[in-house]
């Protein structure tokens, strides 16, 4: 018998959230994006999506392309492509939850990643892994580095590609094999989202639907001092960074802590002036 994914709706608290994953190191939180929200973001995703191909242009390894996959729509970069993604990262359930996980371990976080993952018919399964592999060469037993939250901005269905989850895994032996009974769906409405930790083994389901996209929004946070998967100083143009919320600025990287991300010696905040 697969564990169940648990569920709480958008009415929870963060701490409720947390010690689900705490224990089970994932959940679904119904409805976690006013509708509204989810509408401002999907009218400006839109655009995004019909001008990118699906797969890679530039792969970093051959193995990145099946990663990635080759029948899936990705736009990174998304706080310098959608305005209604800034809301979307200042989300009280994610920054409570990135404040329990993360503060304990850095004076402050950074986004690692703010991206758009519509997977397309035709689309195999992803890879399973834990999105902490990436920092690899730090020694095990490692903190948890960073926090996710995959938005369901179209309905994920089992058929569509909902993402794939192994309950408990953040707290397995880090050779554990999955087998096919501990994978859960996270099957949910648009407008939910299943948060996870770095530790906990997931990945894309594969679309088996003739014409179903699976949209989803993968919003993640990352230990101040590790170097963030997505390139936000390249990928966010500097002349919108000076027009955001003071928070985001601090959270897209222009922040030092002593003498961690200076420039000129100093304070990044002053290029933003
Ligand atoms: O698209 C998904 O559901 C998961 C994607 C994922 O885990 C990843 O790209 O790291
Ligand atoms: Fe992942």
Known sequence: MAPALHRLSGDTKAADIVAILESDGAVIVDGALAPNLLNRLNAGLDRIVAA????????????MVTFYGKATVRADGLPGKSEAFLDVMQHPFLLGVADHFLLPHCDDYLLNT????????GESDQRLHRDQGVWRHLPEPKPELEIEAMFALSDFTAENGATRIVPGSHCWPKDREVEA????????????AVFYLGSTIHGGGANRTADLPRRGMF???VLGWLRTEENMFLSVPLDKVRTM???VQELLGYKAVRALGVVNVGDPMALLD
């Open 52 to 63: 990118t191909p699906p797969g890679v242009r530039h792969p970093t390894e051959g193995d």
């Open 114 to 121: 703010g991206q758009l993952i519509e997977i397309r018919p």
């Open 181 to 192: 009974h501990e994978i859960v769906q996270a099957e949910m409405s648009a407008g939910s």
């Open 219 to 221: 919003v993640g946070y």
């Open 245 to 247: 919320p003071h928070r």
